[in-house]
């Protein structure tokens, strides 16, 4: 059974910094394209990073380029996403998904990221 785990979000102050990590299971996701998404109440779920195999390629939304950082650790299984000079803006619930073939499959549940002003 395929199973994405979110974690590391939490409460943190405009200016601050959070880590999230994606941890796979039940399935080897190191050829894949894994991508970082958020969805803030009301709104879209939007990407707002993806990661080639092997890290070779990123892309950042422009909303978050230059802050965010999407990693990978293909041994552990796990994407990472490091998130700097954090903004009330960024607030939303953030997930991790495998991109197979032209969609998003094996959605993780989600963790929540809330940034004070």
């Known amino acids: 059974q395929v199973q994405l785990a979110e974690s590391g979000g939490g409460l943190v102050q405009a200016g601050g910094s959070l880590k999230l990590s994606c941890v796979a299971s039940?399935?080897?996701?190191?050829?894949?394209?894994m991508g970082w998404f958020r969805q803030a109440p009301g709104k879209e779920r939007i990407l707002v990073a993806r990661?080639?195999?092997?890290?070779?390629?990123?892309y950042y939304a422009d909303s978050v380029k230059g802050r965010f950082t999407c990693s990978r650790d293909s041994a552990k299984n796990t994407v990472y996403l490091q998130m700097n000079s954090l903004k009330p803006e960024d607030t939303a619930n953030y997930y991790c998904?495998?991109?197979?073939?032209?969609?998003?499959?094996?959605w993780g549940q989600g963790t929540q990221v809330t940034v004070s002003s």
């Open positions: 039940g399935r080897t996701f190191s050829m894949y394209t």
């Open positions: 990661i080639t195999p092997g890290g070779v390629n990123t």
């Open positions: 998904a495998v991109q197979v073939g032209s969609k998003y499959d094996f």
